[in-house]
């Protein structure tokens, strides 16, 4: 992540040296994301590069830290719709993203432009941590357990991180075949049964039992 040096720069600076991050990572695939690139729109020096960050995938964890933070602001707003319900959440979050209202957010374009511009990409190895594992903490005064199996944190914590990933999948797919999105909606909403549920014949209908 970045140095102490980073964060004592003026905040113009380093607002400027991250926009020149941002258009360099959303204008290239991954692999081609140049250094000297970013230096040169940033207007420093290549050498201040390595006084703020160790490389290009230490930058680029940096901005994906970014990204959790605002997804998560976001994620808290969803889930105060969905009155803590998490399973409502996922779409609410879903229909938000690829609604007409994604153009007024410039975080989520960013999101956007990385995903086409690296198709076929295994987006989890270039985070630091699975999906749920840290977003879920600052969320738990919200969250309406009550109805899963299970109201331990270990347990809901699992249930978010299978929702998050169903999530995650879902708006990729959207983004990069916006014409199907509804398709991608109704997928998102089968592995969300399939979580709630399961996929036994035995468990659904133990379901359909509970609640008749």
């Known amino acids: 992540m970045c140095t102490e040096t980073f964060l004592r720069l003026p905040e113009e600076k380093r607002t400027r040296f991250l926009n020149a991050a941002w258009e360099e990572f959303t204008s290239t695939r991954f692999a081609d994301v140049s250094i000297n690139q970013i230096v040169r729109k940033a207007g420093i020096p290549r050498g201040s590069f390595y006084q703020y960050f160790l490389d290009k995938e230490d930058l680029f964890a940096y901005l994906l830290e970014e990204v959790r933070e605002h997804v998560k602001r976001e994620y808290r707003r969803a889930l105060e719709d969905a009155g803590g319900d998490m399973f409502q959440a996922q779409l609410n979050c879903f229909d938000r993203l690829t609604s007409q209202e994604l153009a007024l957010d410039p975080m989520m374009n960013r999101c956007v ?44 914590r699992v249930v978010f991180s ?48 509970k609640s008749s």
């Open 113 to 156: 432009l990385f995903l086409r511009n690296n198709q076929g990409v295994d987006i989890q190895k270039l985070l630091p941590t699975r999906p749920g594992q840290r977003l879920m903490d600052g969320l738990w005064d919200l969250m309406d357990l009550s109805g899963l199996r299970e109201r331990n944190a270990d347990y809901a």
């Open 162 to 209: 299978l929702l998050m990933a169903a999530l995650g999948s879902a708006f990729m797919d959207a983004m990069l075949r916006s014409e199907n999105w509804q398709e991608c909606r109704n997928e998102l909403v089968m592995k969300m049964e399939i979580v709630r549920y399961g996929c036994l014949k035995e468990a659904a209908s133990g379901q359909n039992e």
